[in-house]
């Protein structure tokens, strides 16, 4: 009988998996608890305020940016999306409190209201993985882009790596015969951008900065002037956004300033308790406040550096990943684990902070902007995030003056609006207002 294993080193092998990588990255794995970070180093990065008064300054910076055609957004929907469980692209799911409108749609119609504000043409680019592209396109296609023109949406495919078993290192091969393999996380995008030609296409349209969110999160803004305008200012290669940790424990990552003067994000998993818990003696709030939520701007000329694999120094890390992989053992028998049993390899977006010569933090509200579809249920679910979608609209009609009374679940179009004060405005300007009830979906 022939041996399984060297039926699978073939298989390794025609799958093109750099095995000498994947062994020095195990060994990183079982080396971990030795790796002697000193946490103390570190102190809170900078940011831009909520109340900074460089932000009006900045907003027409970005106006004109946008309106020049500078600006892409680039949504990352390559993820599995296993807590949520929902069967299919998690762009597909119904997102919007009343309309129920599904992710890409929501962004789609943001995109399209930017494009209308600023008469301009905006690209969007969306990562998928090899596992949703298809889907991913397919559904775009049978919905006729949501408005948007076929050929200013580009999509294309991340990396992918080999997951391992946790205690030896071996490549596993799932139930079909090929290696297992995985997406290889949101950083992935940076070498995807460029192997895709993604960035040659945006430098020859005459972009220069991403706007990069998260396929989750239905609040982002997607095209935001202000956090543009402050990114060109700075002449930041990265820039990011941040909101005020709820409490000590909130699962965020945390906008850290290193001791070499390069900012980065320290994940809570990785920094010490006592650090998420110290209070700053000056103002009496988490000395380490500044939250991450993904939303960050990338310029074009730092994505095809990082991306490009040239310089070793300047790539991005992998993060292990503990987790329950099925897989076929070695007498052929197809084992689903009830343990995590493998080691999945992930790069994230984040790491490309310490990368950059110039970063720039900037906070914004999380009311405003972050609500996240993770979970099921509970913390960050559909129903958690819908119920702040209608809780923002509720206070964009206070703002416009209305008194709410009845109202449960409330919903806007971005194409009515997509800023406060962009509704106040309108609103005020209808001649006939909807009526105010249970449901309200108030449309362009
Ligand atoms: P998450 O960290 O929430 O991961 O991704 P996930 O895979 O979607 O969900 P879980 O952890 O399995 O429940 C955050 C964002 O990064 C994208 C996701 O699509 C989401 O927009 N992502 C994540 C990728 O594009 N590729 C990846 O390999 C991982």
């Not at 040659?200 to 609040?219: A, C, E, I, M, W």
């Not at 095209?223 to 990011?240: Q, R, W, Y």
């Not at 990082?306 to 070695?330: Q, R, W």
């Not at 007498?331 to 684990?337: M, T």
């Amino acid at each position: 009988m022939m041996d399984p294993n060297a039926l699978n080193h073939d298989v390794i092998q025609a799958a093109g998996i750099d095995q000498e990588e994947i062994a020095a990255l195990f060994q990183k794995w079982t080396d971990r608890s030795m790796q002697g970070v000193d946490y103390s180093l570190l102190s809170p990065a900078p940011y831009v305020a909520l109340n900074d008064p460089v932000r009006m300054k900045a907003q027409s910076l970005g106006e004109q940016a946008i309106r020049d055609g500078r600006v892409a957004a680039f949504t990352v929907a390559g993820g599995q999306g296993t807590r949520l469980g929902y069967d299919g692209p998690k762009g597909e799911f119904p997102a919007t409190p009343v309309q129920q409108k599904p992710l890409f749609q929501l962004f789609a119609e943001k995109i399209r209201a930017a494009e209308a504000l600023y008469n301009t043409r905006i690209y969007w680019l969306i990562m998928t993985s090899l596992q949703n592209d298809a889907p991913t396109q397919q559904f775009f296609a049978s919905h006729d882009f949501f408005g948007l023109r076929e050929s200013q949406v580009r999509f294309f495919t991340q990396g992918q790596m080999p997951a391992v078993d946790a205690q030896t290192g071996n490549i596993l091969m799932s139930e079909s015969g090929q290696v297992a393999m995985s997406p290889d996380g949101h950083g992935g995008s940076l070498r995807a951008l460029v192997r895709s030609g993604s960035v040659d296409f945006l430098r020859n349209n005459g972009v220069d900065t991403l706007s990069y969110f998260q396929v989750d999160n239905p609040l982002v803004q997607s095209i935001d002037p202000t956090f543009i305008g402050l990114h060109l200012l700075n002449k930041a290669e990265i820039s990011s956004k941040m909101v005020r940790k709820a409490y000590s424990g909130e699962k965020v990552g945390h906008f850290c300033l290193r001791e070499d003067g390069r900012q980065s994000v320290v994940e809570y998993s990785d920094l010490p308790h006592e650090l998420q818990e110290k209070i700053d003696p000056e103002t009496g709030e988490l000395y380490f406040i500044a939250g991450s939520i993904a939303i960050h701007l990338l310029d074009i000329d730092f994505v095809a550096r990082v991306g490009g694999g040239v310089d070793t120094e300047l790539a991005l890390p992998f993060h292990f990943a503990h987790k329950k992989v099925p897989y076929t053992d070695s007498s052929g028998k197809h084992v689903v684990p009830d343990e995590p049993n493998a080691v999945k390899f992930e790069m994230f977006i984040f790491d490309a902070l310490p990368l950059a010569k110039q970063s720039l933090i900037v906070e914004t509200s999380r009311e405003d902007e972050f609500s996240p579809i993770k979970n099921a249920t509970g913390v960050d679910s559909s129903e958690s995030s819908k119920s702040d979608q209608s809780a923002q609209a509720r206070r964009w009609l206070e703002a416009a003056g209305e008194a709410l009374t009845g109202l449960e679940r409330v919903e806007v179009s971005p194409l009515f609006a997509c800023t406060e004060e962009a509704f106040v405005e309108r609103w005020n300007s209808l001649a006939e207002k909807p009526v105010i009830k249970e449901d309200l979906y108030i449309q362009p």
